[in-house]
């Protein structure tokens, strides 16, 4: 729902709302119309309990699957969420086959692997919103060290999106200034830190995992395929020999427009950071191996 809310604020289409729970998806549409007719926002909104509505669909949001719980961590979903992705992946290749994938399911990058492998779309067209949230959360602490807007912040997070993601400080930047240069170790340290832990302190805090800084995310990776904008996000995507890396899904910089992932960018890592990012992909390897092989094609 946070992610509806920031997409129809932002104008960007009509809204198809699609969940098994009978009649919630349609509440949640009336409730989320009342909100945008009282702030003239003339989006349209609706609600299903069936996939078949979603023909036609050119973006494919999939936040579905089982949260996780104070104290647990995003791998310990697999078993759970496996099933439920690949029920959804079936649905989409059969009534949304030209739609571009944007998920959120965690743990997500084996889910992408896994609804990539699954639909058999193009990888330009299979994506997952992490890189993003964990590259901002970085810039957020950092802002908070340096009294510095977030916004002028470049922040950079690759790698696993988990407790082995890899924050790279030294190509994260204030105008082309490494915050590297203008933190303290001390400081630096407890940034990657805050960084790495933030959805675990979110779920322990509040009770349950964030949801207003995916959506907000999620809607802005989707404003740039609609309007073409050609931005760069830090993305989970399927890698085809890039970063010497072949059928793995990982966060890395990408150019998002309207054909979906347009372009891959490869950051020049040192040969310390590349063993960090490589130990980062690792953990994403051994949580692959966790999903039943009778899901995988």
């Known amino acids: 729902m946070s992610t509806a809310v920031f997409t129809a604020i932002k104008q960007l289409d009509d809204i198809l709302l699609v969940d098994i729970i009978e009649n919630l998806p349609q509440g949640e549409a009336q409730d989320l119309g009342h909100a945008?007719?009282?702030?003239?926002?003339?989006?349209?909104?609706?609600?299903?309990?069936?996939?078949?509505?979603?023909?036609?669909s050119d973006i494919v949001v999939v936040t579905a699957g089982f949260p996780r719980k104070p104290g647990m961590t995003r791998e310990e979903l697999v078993d759970k969420n496996a099933s439920v992705v690949k029920s959804i992946a079936g649905n989409i290749k059969r009534y949304a086959p030209d739609s571009i994938v944007i998920m959120t399911t965690n743990p997500l990058d084996p889910m992408i692997y896994l609804m990539y492998k699954t639909l058999g779309f193009p990888r330009e067209h299979v994506m997952g919103f992490s890189g993003l949230l964990d590259s901002k959360r970085l810039a957020y602490y950092a802002s908070q060290k340096l009294g510095i807007a977030p916004s002028s912040i470049t922040p950079v997070v690759i790698g696993q999106h988990g407790e082995r993601m890899f924050p790279v400080p030294r190509l994260s930047s204030i105008a082309g200034v490494p915050i590297t240069s203008l933190?303290?170790?001390?400081?630096?340290?407890?940034?990657?830190?805050?960084?790495?832990?933030?959805?675990?302190?979110?779920?322990?805090?509040?009770?349950?995992?964030?949801?207003?800084?995916?959506?907000?995310?999620?809607?802005?990776?989707?404003?740039s395929i609609k309007k073409d904008l050609k931005r760069v996000f830090l993305t989970s995507v399927y890698l085809d020999g890039e970063y010497g890396l072949n059928d793995i899904t990982v966060s890395v910089p990408i150019v998002l427009g309207r054909k979906g992932v347009e372009r891959i960018l490869e950051l020049p890592l040192t040969d310390e950071e590349r063993k960090g990012f490589l130990e980062s992909v690792e953990a994403i390897k051994a949580n692959l191996a966790q999903i039943p092989k009778e899901y995988l094609p």
């Open 183 to 223: 933190l303290s170790k001390e400081d630096l340290d407890e940034i990657v830190k805050e960084t790495v832990g933030a959805g675990g302190t979110v779920t322990r805090l509040r009770g349950f995992s964030s949801n207003w800084a995916p959506g907000a995310g999620v809607s802005t990776m989707m404003e």
């Open 36 to 56: 945008l007719s009282i702030l003239g926002v003339d989006i349209r909104v609706r609600g299903t309990n069936d996939y078949k509505d979603m023909e036609g």
